[in-house]
């Protein structure tokens, strides 16, 4: 199921032919679902459970408050993401926020407003907490992120459940610190979470997680502390072209289940599984260049707008807005590359496609997670417009930048 579909030769999102979005907008520019958008936020509605929306994949404000009045919580990574879900109207309860490195003046934002919970990744953060929850004489609710030392495959530098990474606390600090928490005036101790890592698409790590959880809490219930809830973090992975997907409900019920029975509110953190799939990276053919054996297909997009196939080697399908017949039809192995100046700007590697010419449109699909959200300026680049589509209308929900942003804040 995907709103992404051919009809007559042309590539449609729901039933706005993506051409009308390229002719009107200009490329590159991000274009996404709402009706997928709000398929997948529904997936994850389930009773005695709250999702938190992680940010982070995408923060568009227009898409956050979809997924708001879609009934979604946010997990906030930093001030910023607070500030852009509070302003997209997600109620302060339903707001979670993890991080390894919360600053004061953050630590300070998220107590002022009533978040649901910080969850705490260190001793010494803990200990900034409760000094800014006595100055604001206000109990801070907290949760611990617990590092529960699961292996899973996926790239290196989104794996971040094991003991040797950054993240989270080791069971044992995290005991230490909810019994600290349970003692302290001005804390009060409500959760226990985890995040194994991102694009997982297996469901046993995360099976193991969520009884790793349960464990741990009812060890610490037999102690005096009494959590509400336990929060599985967030990793489904979706399809990058190789077809092995977990379908969201069957990832939602195995991870909530264990958490449910054991008679605590599940918390999830999905961000790739909930725009992923929503949304594409149109992009215009400029030339093509044979060159030292390979044949490159240089196009208007690169890796300041997608960074993923160069920093993961993510491979994001790449689809011909318009399917063409006959001989044209006999693919080319293209490097599919960008504008920059570097020779790790590629969109893919040895992607057979349709023998392409100057002008051509290009869907890279998949991009709706971690695509605009890690977007840049480099090489002088405005960043892309994000468009919505809802059946056959759309709306612009970003700008594409102009040269005057490059001037932002310089003096
Ligand atoms: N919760 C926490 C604490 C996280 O650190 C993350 C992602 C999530 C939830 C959401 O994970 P998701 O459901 O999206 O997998 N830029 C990388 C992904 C980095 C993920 C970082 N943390 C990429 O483009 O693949």
Known sequence: MTPFQYKQNMLYCEDTPLA????????????YSQAELLRRAAAFQIDNGLACYAVKANGNPALLHLLGQAGMGADVTSGGELFLAL???ISPGKIIYSGVGKLRSEIERALQVNIRALHVESAMELETIAEVAMQQQTIASIGVRVNPNIAVETHPYISTGQREHKFGV??????????????????????????????????????????????????????????????????????????????????????????????YEVVMEPGRSIVGPTGVLLTH?????????????IVDAGMNDLLRPTLYKAQHPIWPVEQVTGTLEVPVTYDVVGPICET???????????????????AVMQAGAYGFAMASNYNGRPRPAEVLVNSN????????????HLLDGAI
């Open 20 to 31: 009308d979005i390229a002719n009107a907008v200009g490329t590159p520019a991000y274009v």
């Open 87 to 89: 302003h997209a109207g």
């Open 170 to 263: 080791s069971p044992d600090t995290a005991v230490a610190i909810l019994q600290f928490a349970q003692q302290h005036p001005w804390l009060q101790p409500v959760g226990l979470a985890a995040h194994i890592g991102s694009q997982i698409t297996d469901l046993p790590p995360f099976v193991e997680s969520a009884h790793f959880l349960v464990k741990m809490a009812n060890e610490l219930a037999e102690s005096g502390i009494r959590l509400q809830y336990l929060d599985v973090g967030g990793g489904l992975g979706i399809d990058y072209g190789e077809g092995n997907v977990l379908p969201l409900a069957e990832w939602v019920t195995a991870v909530s289940q264990p958490i449910l029975q054991a008679g």
């Open 285 to 297: 053919v400029v030339y093509t260049k044979p060159q030292g054996g390979k044949e490159f297909l």
């Open 344 to 362: 790790g700007d590629f969109l893919a590697k040895a992607r057979p496609l349709p023998r392409q010419e100057p002008g051509n449109l290009l």
């Open 393 to 404: 209308r759309y709306s612009v929900i970003r700008q594409r930048q102009t040269y005057d």
